[in-house]
T-cell receptor, first 117, second 113 residues
Framework: NAGVTQTPKFRILKIGQSMTLQCTQD?????MYWYRQDPGMGLKLIYY???????DKGEVPNGYNVSRSTTEDFPLRLELAAPSQTSVYFC????????????????FGAGSRLTVL | QKEVEQNSGPLSVPEGAIASLNCTYS??????FFWYRQYSGKSPELIMF????GDKEDGRFTAQLNKASQYVSLLIRDSQPSDSATYLC?????????????FGKGTHLIIQP
């Protein structure tokens, strides 16, 4: 099993450009998440999804959009990139978002490092 | 607003000693608590989780939870240089975790050979 796969690993964007960060999981997890991590900071939740066709905003959704057309894929779209979006982005998934702690364990992808100049 | 507080460190511990990492949280409805380890430039990886008051042991790691004091800790026994990393404390909210985990900023741990 590959787990959670993110592409690209690195990307440099110019201000105002748009791009999509791809995320795919092969664990048949229902719940998927996008976090961003700035230097010296914890992970901040951008968007999450509890299943195909269902998405919701996290703590820092401005400037981003998501879709969830299949269980496996959860792409993150950046529109009109700004320097404030320079960060490392992590996609994660879990078997369930409820119940005992084991079901909430997040499995992370390797991350996508984005720089906006 | 859910908050997780951790001392950012760095926390320096001699090899073979016990490393003690602490975390406090503000959401009294939090149900489950997690410790993740993150090496520089890598993604977080789960060390262990705990949801009942008391201690939970897994190898060299022990998690301790005190919900009344809103406090969770991680002890690492017989610390090794390979334990040098940033340790992230996280928890689910009162909703049970559907909206993901809330993370602290992490504690940078350095094990000195």
């Amino acid at each position: 099993n590959a787990g959670v796969t993110q592409t690209p690993k690195f990307r440099i964007l110019k201000i105002g450009q748009s791009m999509t960060l791809q995320c795919t999981q092969d664990m048949n997890h229902n719940y998927m998440y996008w976090y961003r991590q700035d230097p010296g900071m914890g992970l901040k939740l951008i968007y999450y999804s509890v299943g195909a066709g269902i998405t919701d905003k996290g703590e820092v959704p401005n400037g981003y959009n998501v879709s969830r057309s299949t269980t496996e894929d959860f792409p993150l779209r950046l529109e009109l990139a700004a320097p404030s979006q320079t960060s490392v982005y992590f996609c994660a998934s879990s078997y369930s978002g409820r119940g005992l702690a084991g079901a909430n364990v997040l499995t992370f992808g390797a991350g996508s490092r984005l720089t906006v100049l | 607003q859910k908050e997780v507080e951790q001392n950012s460190g760095p926390l320096s511990v001699p090899e073979g000693a016990i490393a003690s990492l602490n975390c406090t949280y503000s959401d009294r409805g939090s149900q489950s608590f997690f410790w993740y380890r993150q090496y520089s430039g890598k993604s977080p990886e789960l060390i262990m989780f705990i949801y009942s008051n008391g201690d939970k042991e897994d190898g060299r790691f022990t998690a301790q939870l005190n919900k009344a004091s809103q406090y969770v800790s991680l002890l690492i026994r017989d610390s090794q240089p390979s334990d040098s990393a940033t340790y992230l404390c996280a928890h689910t909210g009162s909703g049970g975790g559907a909206d993901g985990l809330t993370f602290g900023k992490g504690t940078h741990l350095i094990i000195q050979p």
